[in-house]
T-cell receptor, first 114, second 113 residues
Framework: GDSVTQMEGPVTLSEEAFLTINCTYT??????LFWYVQYPGEGLQLLLKATKADDKGSNKGFEATYRKETTSFHLEKGSVQVSDSAVYFC?????????????FGKGTRLHILP | EAGVAQSPRYKIIEKRQSVAFWCNPISGHATLYWYQQILGQGPKLLIQFQNNGVVDDSQLPKDRFSAERLKGVDSTLKIQPAKLEDSAVYLC???????????FGAGTRLSVL
């Protein structure tokens, strides 16, 4: 079945460092890919998405490119801030399914030190 | 626009007790979801409603979990009786229709002792 694998955390970086959180997926169809972020004490928020190969999703300085050849959707940011500290979830949704079930990875906790 | 509301935020119970969670989705959203998020894992879909009908409950442990959305608006999720392994955050989400972006509530953190 469909699945998402993302790098384990926690990831600890200094402010203004470059961030990469790796994500790979397995899907039978052509899924849509997402990154969600969960700030402390809050629910999940959609950070960015990409719906087809070579699409780049971007938001708040974060980017991720849908790579069909490597089945990857790595999250990047050029200069992180303390306020980026959160848990990041990679996820997919297979539009070939009747419903829009989202399959989440296990999450990667990010700590940014001032 | 008000977001997805959930209550309570926290609940502590002993095993074999019963517990209920409430969710009020964003106004006008036809689709409502309940997820279970165990510590260190991603959310897992328990049940999905389209208006007041169940679309998918394949991952819902039906011997102890139940959910309803009688009027197609707010929803309750019940666990009876609770087990230790039910300790988790229970997230509610809603979307305008199926295949639209899902908006999540802050969740209810359940601790079963």
């Amino acid at each position: 079945g469909d699945s998402v694998t993302q790098m384990e955390g926690p990831v600890t970086l200094s402010e203004e460092a470059f961030l990469t959180i790796n994500c790979t997926y397995t899907a039978t169809g052509y899924p849509s890919l997402f990154w969600y972020v969960q700030y402390p004490g809050e629910g999940l928020q959609l950070l960015l998405k990409a719906t087809k190969a070579d699409d780049k999703g971007s938001n708040k300085g974060f980017e991720a490119t849908y790579r069909k050849e490597t089945t990857s959707f790595h999250l990047e940011k050029g200069s992180v801030q303390v306020s980026d500290s959160a848990v990041y979830f990679c996820a997919l949704s297979d539009p070939g399914n009747r419903d829009d079930k989202i399959i989440f990875g296990k999450g990667t906790r990010l700590h940014i030190l001032p | 626009e008000a977001g997805v509301a959930q209550s309570p935020r926290y609940k502590i119970i002993e095993k074999r007790q019963s517990v209920a969670f409430w969710c009020n989705p964003i106004s006008g959203h036809a689709t409502l979801y309940w997820y279970q998020q165990i510590l260190g894992q991603g959310p897992k879909l328990l049940i999905q409603f389209q208006n007041n009908g169940v679309v998918d409950d394949s991952q819902l442990p039906k011997d102890r979990f139940s959910a309803e959305r009688l009027k197609g608006v707010d929803s309750t999720l019940k666990i009876q009786p609770a087990k230790l392994e039910d300790s988790a955050v229970y997230l509610c989400a809603s979307s305008l229709h199926q295949k639209n972006i899902q908006y999540f509530g802050a969740g209810t953190r359940l601790s079963v002792l």
